[in-house]
Structures are given as structure tokens and as C-alpha cells.
């Protein structure tokens, strides 16, 4: 199991950037792919992107592609989600998570919330 801590969320306006970011503990990590996920109001949890355990192999979906970079840095045990021109569909609460521990029912962090404005 993963404990997941996400971070960086804000209110920002359309055409606006964040970061986020998420602290892993657990001795997984470094061998795992990890991803990121976002749930907006009234829909369910979507994959956003996803990246290899060696940070060589990345997908993004297509509503993000071009947009948001998904990164990790194992020595310090983060995952990172860079978005740049945010749109007011990217409103959402955004989790990161192993996509094998998630297809098996892993659990979740909090979350952090994102919230871009028209």
C-alpha cells in the first residue's frame, strides 16, 4: 500500500498554471507507475495522465495532452502535475495514485482541488 499526500491545488483563472504535487510513502513507490486522476463535480474519477516507474514513458489523456506534464522524482518520492492553460473543464478534485494498486481498490488520498474561473 501507498499513503498519498497531493498538494498545489488553487482557484485560478482560465489561461492560468498550477502545480500540483504528491508525497508517496511507501516502499512501492520507486518500482511503480504512478498517475494522476481528477474528479469533477457529478462525474466519476478519470485517469489524467500517467507516467512509467523510471519516468521514461508518459500518457496524457486527450483532453489534457499539450497542456499538463506529468513528472516524478524517486529520490524525493513526488509525483508532479504541471498545468498550464487551464480551462474552466479542468475544475476538479485532482488525486495521484499507483494504477495497480487502483484497479485492485487501493485507497485514495485527499485530494486537492483545482477550481479555474471563466
Known amino acids: 500500500q501507498l499513503q498519498l499526500a497531493e498538494s498545489g491545488g488553487g482557484l485560478v483563472q482560465a489561461g492560468g498554471s498550477l502545480r500540483l504535487s504528491c508525497v508517496v510513502s511507501g516502499p512501492a513507490f520507486s518500482t511503480s507507475s504512478m498517475g494522476w486522476y481528477r474528479q469533477a463535480p457529478g462525474k466519476e474519477r478519470e485517469p489524467v495522465a500517467r507516467i512509467s516507474w523510471n519516468g521514461i514513458t508518459t500518457y496524457l489523456a486527450e483532453s489534457v495532452e499539450g497542456r499538463f506534464t506529468i513528472s516524478r522524482d524517486n529520490t524525493k518520492n513526488m509525483v508532479y502535475l504541471q498545468m498550464i492553460s487551464l480551462k474552466p473543464e479542468d475544475t476538479a478534485i485532482y488525486y495521484c495514485?499507483?494504477?495497480?494498486?487502483?484497479?485492485?481498490?487501493?485507497?485514495w488520498g485527499r485530494g486537492t482541488q483545482v477550481t479555474v474561473s471563466s
Open positions: 495514485n499507483a494504477p495497480g494498486l487502483v484497479t485492485r481498490g487501493g485507497s
